[in-house]
């Protein structure tokens, strides 16, 4: 997988767009640091790929508070407690919107 600069992407992002033709996945790097990933696309499956992406971002989130319930000393969370996680992950979702 290649890695980009956000400079490099800023300066020439053509040039990068290029760059993806090959495997069609960069990392964006900032300062050295993981930033973002970039996918090639195809305007036809655009819809497809962001559900795909949607999907794997609640996989992880579920995968999160299970790790923290299990840390936490708790082996299964209630109805009332997934509901109270599901609701905190849309509100810091819609402020991360409002804010870009």
Excluded: W
Aim: aromatic share 4%.
């Amino acid at each position: 997988m290649q890695f980009v600069t956000i400079r490099e992407l800023s300066k020439s992002p053509a040039e990068t767009l290029t760059r993806l033709s090959g495997d069609g996945k960069a990392v964006l790097t900032n300062n050295g640091k993981p930033q973002a990933l970039l996918f090639k696309i195809d305007g036809n499956s655009f819809e497809k790929t962001l559900s795909m992406l949607q999907k794997l971002e609640f996989m992880q989130n579920l995968t999160t508070m299970r790790l923290t319930s299990m840390k936490n000393g708790n082996s299964e969370m209630t109805l009332d407690e997934i509901n109270a996680e599901i609701n905190a992950v849309r509100k810091k979702r819609k402020g991360k919107a409002k804010s870009d």
